[in-house]
């Protein structure tokens, strides 16, 4: 039987790990989103209203097909009704056990990559419900941006600010 060396390369041992994000604004924040769950990118179009659903969920959209729930990240953080500009965009998400849902975001300003040091994990006040939705803080260029935890977002619960 053959001997498997293992060997590791000086490159991946002293490479920084490292994560993309897409950086959406909500009114005057900015959060971060994953890059590895984001499908697509598209401009806001009609939603079709779904009764008896939350109030976050918008309805759904077709999109090449397919039937998309979406979802106001800005119902569901407790903030004010969307405002619907040119800028409005609907990210579609892969969520692994949740499928596919839009998110309504009221700008797609750019994609920055982060290393690990540059991610704090946030210890939060439990009563402060938009927190409730943040994975970590990534320090970018001089500025805060929030990371969301889709997991946390996903999450039912009492939907009372």
Known sequence: MEEIKVVESNETTNAAITQQFIVVRLGEEQYG???RFIDNIVRMQKITRVPKVASYLKGVINLRGEVIPIMSLRL?????EDEITKATRIIILKLGQYG???IIVDEVKEVVTLEEGQIEKVAYDSKDDKMNFIGGIGKYEGG???LLDFN???QERENTP
Do not use: R
């Open 152 to 154: 946390l977002v996903m």
């Open 33 to 35: 989103v994953d890059i």
């Open 100 to 102: 596919s849902i839009g």
């Open 76 to 80: 569901k953080m407790f903030l004010p």
């Open 144 to 146: 805060l941006i929030s």
